[in-house]
């Protein structure tokens, strides 16, 4: 796809434009482009998954990244809208699509499904293909030959997220705590969660987590130090990130037999794209299949499909 950083100042009433946008965790990514798949404009907002700040907020976020667009481009009508949504599974229902998007945008054609789904579109695979996304959260996502979509994972922090950034602080912290109560190994992830999170002691991150509650969001920012403990040679932090690399390619592995054999296996989010140490232990792990970066963003691939639409 072709970047225009320097938009003409057309109006949406003079040329048709697309909106695809990428609504992950912690932040929502909208380009706009034209039929031809040039993109005049990225915007960055906050997130718009309605099951983690609930559907008033979500609605308000996304008003707020269209006025802005709006703002710099005067666009404020799209021939075609597709949101790839981290609180979706699949293609979203004329109700859930009704009830988040109505009031909210001028468009002639709007769809909305997984996250995962827009993931796949920017593969560039024309058939079979499969994406696994570690962000905040995670989850793995495949397309069979005919076009169906499967998906493995995706439970949400409760239930899942296995080998998420949410994951490894979460686990990397437990350990630090462990260890400074002398119930589990010494660790350097003990004194590195007390600067990370500026308290002097175990104790002191009682009020940090929860006082007010945190968000997982921001927890997940302490899986970055896990990883780069892990790699200074740190025994417990490596256990954390092997054993969530191992379990995310439990996952993968269990989507791929389902999938023709020796597809290439794409990878997003920040504990992929930023951490060859996690990317190399889930290669590991994973059934032969081979391991590439998504050569996409997730917005890029939001943008094909609302071109798509017309």
């Given at each position: 796809m072709k970047q225009n950083n320097h938009f003409s100042g057309d109006s949406g009433n003079c040329r048709r434009f697309f909106l695809g946008i990428d609504g992950g965790g912690t932040k929502t990514t909208a380009l706009v482009g034209n039929a031809?798949?040039?993109?005049?404009l990225q915007a960055v907002g906050k997130t718009i998954n309605y099951c983690a700040v609930g559907m008033e907020k979500a609605r308000e976020n996304m008003r707020l990244l269209l006025a802005d667009i709006e703002k710099q481009t005067g666009i404020?009508?799209?021939?075609?809208?597709?949101?790839?949504?981290?609180?979706?599974?699949?293609?979203?229902?004329?109700?859930?699509?009704?009830?988040?998007?109505?009031?909210?945008?001028?468009?002639?054609?709007?769809?909305?499904?997984?996250?995962?789904?827009?993931?796949?579109?920017?593969?560039?695979?024309?058939?079979?293909?499969?994406?696994?996304?570690?962000?905040?959260?995670?989850?793995?996502?495949?397309?069979?030959?005919?076009?169906?979509?499967?998906?493995?994972?995706?439970?949400?922090?409760?239930?899942?997220?296995?080998?998420?950034?949410?994951?490894?602080?979460?686990?990397?912290?437990?350990?630090?705590?462990?260890?400074?109560?002398?119930?589990?190994?010494?660790?350097?992830?003990?004194?590195?969660?007390?600067?990370?999170?500026?308290?002097?002691?175990?104790?002191?991150?009682?009020?940090?987590?929860?006082?007010?509650?945190?968000?997982?969001?921001?927890?997940?920012?302490?899986?970055?130090?896990?990883?780069?403990?892990?790699?200074?040679?740190?025994?417990?932090?490596?256990?954390?990130?092997?054993?969530?690399?191992?379990?995310?390619?439990?996952?993968?592995?269990?989507?791929?037999?389902?999938?023709?054999?020796?597809?290439?296996?794409?990878?997003?989010?920040?504990?992929?794209?930023?951490?060859?140490?996690?990317?190399?232990?889930?290669?590991?792990?994973?059934?032969?299949?081979?391991?590439?970066?998504?050569?996409?963003?997730?917005?890029?691939?939001?943008?094909?499909?609302?071109?798509?639409?017309?």
């Amino acid at each position: 796809m072709k970047q225009n950083n320097h938009f003409s100042g057309d109006s949406g009433n003079c040329r048709r434009f697309f909106l695809g946008i990428d609504g992950g965790g912690t932040k929502t990514t909208a380009l706009v482009g034209n039929a031809d798949g040039n993109i005049v404009l990225q915007a960055v907002g906050k997130t718009i998954n309605y099951c983690a700040v609930g559907m008033e907020k979500a609605r308000e976020n996304m008003r707020l990244l269209l006025a802005d667009i709006e703002k710099q481009t005067g666009i404020n009508h799209y021939a075609g809208v597709f949101i790839g949504m981290s609180a979706l599974f699949g293609r979203a229902t004329e109700e859930e699509t009704a009830a988040f998007c109505d009031g909210v945008f001028s468009a002639d054609n709007i769809v909305m499904d997984s996250d995962l789904y827009i993931a796949l579109a920017a593969t560039a695979e024309k058939g079979a293909a499969a994406v696994g996304i570690c962000g905040t959260g995670s989850m793995t996502c495949g397309r069979t030959e005919d076009g169906k979509i499967i998906t493995k994972g995706g439970f949400g922090y409760l239930l899942g997220d296995e080998g998420s950034g949410f994951r490894i602080a979460q686990d990397g912290l437990f350990e630090a705590v462990r260890a400074a109560e002398n119930a589990g190994a010494p660790t350097a992830l003990t004194q590195a969660a007390l600067d990370f999170w500026k308290t002097q002691n175990a104790a002191g991150l009682v009020d940090v987590f929860y006082d007010p509650p945190m968000e997982r969001n921001e927890i997940a920012k302490f899986a970055p130090v896990v990883i780069q403990t892990a790699q200074q040679g740190d025994a417990v932090a490596m256990a954390v990130v092997s054993r969530q690399a191992a379990l995310f390619a439990d996952t993968a592995n269990a989507l791929l037999r389902e999938l023709p054999q020796g597809i290439p296996f794409y990878v997003y989010g920040g504990i992929f794209e930023h951490n060859p140490l996690f990317r190399q232990l889930f290669a590991e792990h994973l059934d032969g299949n081979e391991v590439i970066l998504l050569p996409n963003t997730p917005a890029q691939g939001a943008l094909l499909a609302a071109i798509g639409l017309q």
